[in-house]
């Protein structure tokens, strides 16, 4: 859908494949469009990490921007993560999003803490 730039100033482009190739300036994306960008750039950037290191990074955190995206967005970029998800490299995802929730096959949750119990508890659960 989208191809990024960097112009001659420094500036992210992106060309609109749905457009004709049209330029748009990065700011014209919506909130789901700005977090499938943000996360393609940052999978690109852990991916380009991971080739140029000497260690290996074997998990990724997402966190949030799902609450902008509609369910088929939300459907696509989790089948996407789910996707590059590896035997040495694991996507964790903090939500709040009860379709993402619902997706994910393990999670750890955290209990906030109780009068008289302590502090805050983490859980698993697997779907």
């Not at 049209?22 to 499938?36: K, N, P, Y």
């Given at each position: 859908k989208y191809k990024m730039i960097v112009n001659e100033n420094a500036?992210?482009?992106?060309?609109?494949m749905k457009n004709g190739g049209?330029?748009?300036?990065?700011?014209?994306?919506?909130?789901?469009?700005?977090?499938?960008v943000s996360l393609a750039l940052a999978l690109a950037l852990s991916n380009?990490?991971?080739l140029k290191g000497n260690t290996s990074l074997e998990i990724f955190f997402l966190d949030e921007g799902f609450g902008t995206l509609d369910d088929e967005l939300v459907d696509t970029v989790i089948d996407a993560l789910e996707s590059?998800?590896?035997s040495r490299r694991a996507i964790g995802i903090?939500?709040?999003v009860e379709q993402i929730k619902n997706?994910?096959?393990a999670r750890l949750v955290v209990k906030e803490a109780k009068m008289g119990e302590g502090g805050s508890k983490i859980v698993t659960e697997k779907n």
């Open positions: 500036k992210f482009l992106l060309i609109d049209a330029l748009r300036d990065v700011s014209t994306l919506s909130g789901g469009e700005t977090f499938l380009e990490i991971q590059l998800q590896t903090i939500s709040h997706r994910v096959a």
